[in-house]
């Protein structure tokens, strides 16, 4: 069974920086593009970064300038840096595939900015 395990959550101040991690297992993680999802309670899961296997990007606008998504193929490995925190990027963080039908839902890392 494929698994995705996030980390790198925590309590931040606004203005601060955490870089998320995300292992996931199984051989075809290097041709799947993976992304960063997030959702904050009562709201929808969204999707706030992806990265195709090659390496190219896309962020969601309310991210894109603070957050920088990156990839390991050796490793499996995906990371998110976020820079310049906002109280609106508290949420659960969660990394799968894009779009999500290659793996299961991982249990996330909580971020939470507040001061």
């Known amino acids: 069974q494929v698994q995705l395990v996030e980390s790198g959550g925590g309590l931040v101040q606004p203005g601060g920086s955490l870089r998320l991690s995300c292992v996931a297992s199984?051989?075809?993680?290097?041709?799947?593009?993976m992304g960063w999802y997030r959702q904050a309670p009562g709201k929808q899961r969204e999707l706030v970064a992806s990265i195709t296997g090659y390496g190219g990007t896309n962020y969601g606008e309310s991210v894109k300038g603070r957050f920088t998504i990156s990839r390991d193929n050796s490793k499996n490995m995906v990371y998110l840096q976020m820079n310049s925190l906002k109280p609106e990027d508290t949420a659960g963080y969660y990394c799968n595939s894009f779009p999500t039908v290659y793996y299961t839902w991982g249990q996330g890392t909580q971020v939470t900015v507040s001061s």
């Open positions: 199984g051989s075809m993680f290097r041709r799947y593009t």
